[in-house]
């Protein structure tokens, strides 16, 4: 399983980042699921009006995630699923979002939940989708990491400002 070893986060004083959600459309069933595990999380964080936007698939995702971020998001949390097929799509797409998501994060310094499921079949799309029989919900994980994470850089944030007087 791959969830197995991951951390149990406590995350505390979030309920007032700005978190915004943007989900592919592909592979409704198992988006539906990341989405609703995603709303949940930031429900039970406190944050009462996240941005949810949708997109036509994986592959749009850092663009959109990269406007988010450079419009003062305190954390982007992007969800999506490639399923493997028969050609070198599969490669091509997982690479070149994972890239770009990871791009955007450094260039912008807003953390970028990463929720984005890469899978050989559907079911095992489903068994981290957070759905009814699933095992792992990624939606809930990418949301808490990337709260987590602003929470963390507003602690190395804080001294700064209140140094420099800003």
Known sequence: MSGKGAPELTVKNCGDLRVAVVAAS????????????????????????????????????????????????????????????????????CQGVTQGLTQVSVQTGVPIGFGVLTCDTEQQALDRAGVEGSTEDKGHE?????????????????PWRQASGA
Not at 51 to 60: A, H, Q
């Open 26 to 93: 592909w592979h409704e069933k198992v988006m539906d699921g990341l989405v609703e595990g995603a709303m949940r999380a930031l429900h039970e964080l406190g944050i009462d009006e996240p941005t949810l936007l949708r997109v036509p698939g994986s592959f749009e995702l850092p663009v959109v995630v990269k406007a988010l971020a450079e419009r003062g998001y305190d954390a982007v949390v992007a969800l999506g699923v490639v399923i493997r097929g028969g050609t070198p799509h599969f490669e091509y797409v």
């Open 142 to 158: 990418a949301v808490t990491a990337a709260v987590a994470t602003a929470t963390i850089l507003r602690t190395v944030a804080e």
